[in-house]
């Protein structure tokens, strides 16, 4: 084990407030959020088992050090349906979000946020059209 991966390597919590594994090395019951999203459960209100520590130079990490929080898996509970009207709600805000304000056309796809409006208004369809090809 590398040096930097032994100083994450903290199964017992004797550094760390709890316990703390580095990339990759974590039991295969303790998953992150997302990993639970993808298995179609949440985490139902159980306190962060673990964590997962790595270097990194992206996105500004303080020191260099990025965190992920652990889940237990078996006490992790089935995700809830989204209701018809949550569901009515997210379609008409994804149609605002593919609507031109400057023709009132569906682009068909969300619209650029440094231009505000279709890439046909901005630039013109002779700009447009050799794209479509």
């Given at each position: 084990m590398s040096r930097i991966r032994a100083a994450f390597y903290d199964p017992t919590a004797a550094r760390h407030d709890i316990p703390t594994y580095p990339w990759r090395f974590a039991p295969t019951d303790l998953l992150t959020r997302r990993q639970l999203a993808e298995r179609g459960l949440r985490p139902g209100g159980q306190q962060v088992v673990a964590q997962v520590m790595w270097r990194s130079r992206r996105y500004n990490a303080p020191g260099g050090i990025r965190?992920?929080?652990?889940?237990?898996?078996r006490f992790a509970l089935p995700k809830r349906p989204a209701t018809p009207r949550q569901l009515a709600a997210l379609a008409?805000?994804?149609?605002?979000?593919?609507?031109?304000?400057?023709?009132?056309?569906?682009?068909?796809?969300?619209?650029?946020?440094?231009?505000?409006?279709?890439?046909?208004?901005?630039?013109?369809?002779?700009?447009?059209?050799?794209?479509?090809?």
């Amino acid at each position: 084990m590398s040096r930097i991966r032994a100083a994450f390597y903290d199964p017992t919590a004797a550094r760390h407030d709890i316990p703390t594994y580095p990339w990759r090395f974590a039991p295969t019951d303790l998953l992150t959020r997302r990993q639970l999203a993808e298995r179609g459960l949440r985490p139902g209100g159980q306190q962060v088992v673990a964590q997962v520590m790595w270097r990194s130079r992206r996105y500004n990490a303080p020191g260099g050090i990025r965190v992920a929080f652990l889940y237990d898996v078996r006490f992790a509970l089935p995700k809830r349906p989204a209701t018809p009207r949550q569901l009515a709600a997210l379609a008409k805000a994804n149609a605002a979000r593919r609507t031109c304000p400057d023709c009132r056309k569906d682009a068909g796809y969300v619209l650029p946020r440094h231009l505000g409006i279709c890439l046909i208004c901005a630039y013109g369809p002779e700009a447009v059209e050799p794209m479509a090809a």
